[in-house]
């Protein structure tokens, strides 16, 4: 059942990421779910499972959206991985997740653009983040917080924890 969850959350993230966000922009920038919902998963869980779950979805993403196979889902293992390092055997307070949400969000960005760059495709760095990757730092870190505080009633449940490490976080 935990497996089903993860990958019904990552799912359910990703179709938002790609479906819906670019439909809504905020201040200019897309809102990236699937991003919040990373952050949140491996914040509660703090192990690597949420991480391959989010960049499988993202393979996904890539399949249907992306020019190059693995894209997007380079971008989301690279954050996850540092997300991991990050949060391992850290409990994170409402700025703290504000703020590691707003710095996956960059370092996201930044991969995005390096990617580009990599495949001969044009984009202007300061332009994507003057007119992007800042003005979403603050509704992207919203967005985190909200992922964190929802994903953290679903983790109340026993069954969506690894086995023998539930903790009681409130």
């Not at 991003?35 to 499972?49: D, F, K, P």
């Not at 391959?52 to 959206?65: C, E, G, K, P, R």
């Not at 332009?127 to 009633?153: D, E, I, K």
């Amino acid at each position: 059942m935990r497996y089903l969850l993860l990958g019904g959350v990552s799912v359910l993230s990703m179709i938002l990421t790609a479906c819906v966000s670019p439909q809504v922009s905020i201040f200019g920038a897309q809102m990236d779910m699937l991003l919040a919902v990373l952050l949140g998963m491996v914040a509660w869980e703090q192990t690597m499972t949420p991480v391959f779950y989010v960049t499988l979805a993202a393979v996904w993403m890539d399949a249907f959206f992306a020019k190059a196979l693995g894209f997007y889902a380079l971008q989301y293992l690279l954050v996850g991985m540092g997300l991991y390092l990050f949060l391992k055997d850290r409990r994170l307070d409402i700025v703290g997740v504000m703020l590691t949400g707003a710095g996956a969000w960059v370092l996201r960005e930044v991969l995005g653009v390096v990617l580009c760059f990599l495949m001969d495709a044009p984009v202007g760095l300061w332009n994507r983040l003057w007119h992007s990757t800042l003005p979403g730092m603050l509704p992207q870190a919203l967005l985190s917080l909200g992922a964190y505080v929802l994903l953290g009633r679903l983790y109340r449940l026993r069954m969506l924890w690894p086995t023998g490490k539930y903790l009681d976080r409130g």
